[in-house]
């Protein structure tokens, strides 16, 4: 069981929008700390796709966007390409914990 | 360009020892604190372990907390995680990242290793 809580799965049509949601408690999210998505291509390490709630790496696509409201956040992808099949993770820190957490990671389909 | 590569990884049998190296290029390495994920097979990310930049500090998962010594050293741009005692839910790859930040595990991995996997097994 993940401290973050992820949908297992998100789909959506190429050119279409979807958004995956993480939801926390009071000793992450709620406590102010910011929230960090990484993509995982199959067979491949996580990279970095938003850090501190909404910045995007140079190189990611604005296509790619993140929010963060109370409790929880969000990661919305527009345009879907068939690239972006993969599964995404959100990361926080945990003070009754000392150290990150993660969600138990999203996969999406392309359809 | 940042560059960490994992080794050490390998079958171990339940009860047994291993030590992990990633060795980092690419950034001034003594300046950052730095992380071990795993992922045991067909599951999510799981944090391990972080180290501040200059080693004083560690900050351990309760999962991995009395087994696993997280360590470095600076002068060879290494980073180590030393794993005792290993069951059979340790078996993951086991990936070194850069963190953002020198002095505490709050921060994002801005930079990921390729992974060694480390099965226990008898």
């Given amino acids: 069981q993940s ?4 949908p297992p799965s998100v789909s959506g049509a190429p050119g279409q929008r979807v958004t ?5 408690s009071s000793s992450n999210i709620g406590a102010g700390y910011d929230v960090h998505w990484y993509q995982q291509l199959p067979r491949t390490a996580p990279k ?9 790496p140079s190189g990611v696509p604005d296509r790619f966007s993140g929010s963060k409201s109370g409790t929880s956040a969000s990661l919305a992808i527009t345009g879907l390409q068939p690239e972006d099949e993969a599964d995404y993770y959100c990361q926080s820190y945990d003070n009754s914990l000392s150290g990150k957490v993660f969600g138990g990671g999203t996969k999406l389909t392309v359809l | 360009e940042v560059q960490l590569l994992e080794s050490g990884g390998g079958l171990i049998q339940p009860g047994g020892s291993l030590r992990l190296s990633c060795t980092a290029s690419g950034f001034t390495f003594e300046n950052i604190g730095m992380t071990w994920v795993r992922q045991a097979p067909g ?13 004083g500090y560690t900050y351990y998962a309760d999962s991995v907390k009395g087994r696993f010594t997280i360590s470095r050293d600076n002068s060879k741009n290494t980073l180590y995680l030393q794993m005792h005692g290993l069951r059979a839910d340790d078996t993951a790859v086991y990936y070194c990242a850069k963190d953002r930040g020198a002095v505490m595990p709050m921060h994002f991995l801005d930079s ?7 099965t226990v097994s008898s």
């Fill in chain 1, 48 to 56: 970095l796709l938003i850090y501190a709630n909404t910045n995007r």
């Fill in chain 2, 43 to 55: 599951k999510g990310l799981e944090w391990v372990s972080f180290i501040t930049n200059a080693g």
């Fill in chain 2, 112 to 118: 990921w290793g390729q992974g060694t996997l480390v």
């Fill in chain 1, 3 to 6: 401290v973050l809580t992820q």
């Fill in chain 1, 20 to 24: 995956i949601s993480c939801t926390g």
